[in-house]
């Protein structure tokens, strides 16, 4: 009994300190995290056919951590993430299905200690829930094709958008830009 209510203030202590407001810093650390491993059966950064799969079966598939997270609405502790302070230019994607989430410009150091970006990649991308669990009003993010939890969309964001998407790094994998990619943005600005 101890131990869940000691598991409760932690719980609570972690949801509290995703609603902090963000304040600008600049010290970075970069480092080499390309990610090549698939993680899961329907992993994909181009399928965008949408995954439904039981929780049971995401159970066997994923890491425990990924599936606390993505399947059980958890929060990975504050600054324990290794995308929290990290500038490579690339592209983030959902680490459950591969769904492209982020791109690196729109990605912001909020102060929060989880992963923030200010803009999703498309507006597909992300699906908007409302949010009532702890005794707060917060709007849930869920992976637009697989539907793992990702984190929570908080109005302190930085311009152009005035949003904070307060994400948990461990549903994360990044991709570092392809000088095909690059190009291919650019030919669209
Ligand atoms: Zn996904």
Redesign the pocket.
Known sequence: MKMLRINMIIVLMATLLQQCSYSQSNHSKPANMDSTEKKSPVYSNTDTSK?DISDTEWQKILPSDVYQV?RLKGTERPWSSKFEKFNEVGTYY??????P?FKSDTKFESGCGWPSFYEPISKESIIYTPDHSHGMNRTEVQ??????HLGHVFEDGPPPTGLRYCINGV?LDFAKAKKAEEDYNKSRQ
């Not at 959902?94 to 769904?99: K, L």
């Not at 992976?143 to 793992?148: A, E, H, L, V, Y």
């Open positions: 995954v993505a959902c680490a459950v299905c591969g769904n989430l992976c637009g094709r697989c539907k793992s549903v």
